[in-house]
């Protein structure tokens, strides 16, 4: 869960933690049932934690319930990154991601039909030109998924991009 403003996290970290995890149980919501636990991370975070994997699927799904600790907060779903070192730059325009997402899950869909493609960004230096001048053709691909057996199986069977075979790194 993270707070837009630090007026909501102040607010949310000084509270007990095991009041804050009794305050989302008793809401009238079988998601909140799988809460046992809580912790602040960072600035702005603060991170619940749940007895199964699909109780946190269930918070994931529902946002409505993060607004009981303040209406700043916003559920941020749990992700898994893989990165593709050799993509090239023009076949996925940043701006569009949509677009992008499209052609991931389309180039991809008879070597990994089931696989969850949910963002996708370049390495930080992507853009930028050379120190030369010369413009990069290829840059890093980072591509986020739901689960970590996806990540499993993009690392060893890469993924598709165009006529690329890209292979990932962890």
């Not at 933690?17 to 636990?37: P, Q």
């Not at 730059?89 to 701006?95: A, F, S, T, V």
């Amino acid at each position: 869960m993270r707070f837009k403003d630090e007026e909501g996290y102040r607010k949310v970290s000084q509270i007990e933690k095991e009041e804050l995890v009794k305050s989302f149980i008793n809401l009238a919501n079988t998601a909140t049932k799988n809460i046992v636990g809580a912790y602040t991370r960072g600035i702005k975070d603060v991170v619940l934690q749940t007895a199964t994997v699909k109780g946190r699927e269930a918070l994931e799904k529902m946002q409505e319930w993060a607004s009981v600790a303040h209406p700043s907060a916003k559920v941020l779903r749990k992700a898994f990154y893989v990165a593709a070192e050799g993509a090239c730059l023009n076949l996925l325009n940043d701006e569009e991601k949509e677009k992008g997402l499209a052609r991931i899950r389309e180039d991809n869909a008879v070597t990994h039909p089931n696989t969850n493609f949910t963002s996708f960004g370049w390495a930080r230096h992507a853009g930028k030109p050379r120190r030369d001048g010369s413009k990069k053709l290829y840059s890093t691909l980072i591509i986020r998924v739901s689960t970590p057996e996806a990540v499993n199986r993009l690392v060893r069977g890469g993924i598709a991009l165009g006529s690329s075979l890209l292979v990932y790194k962890r």
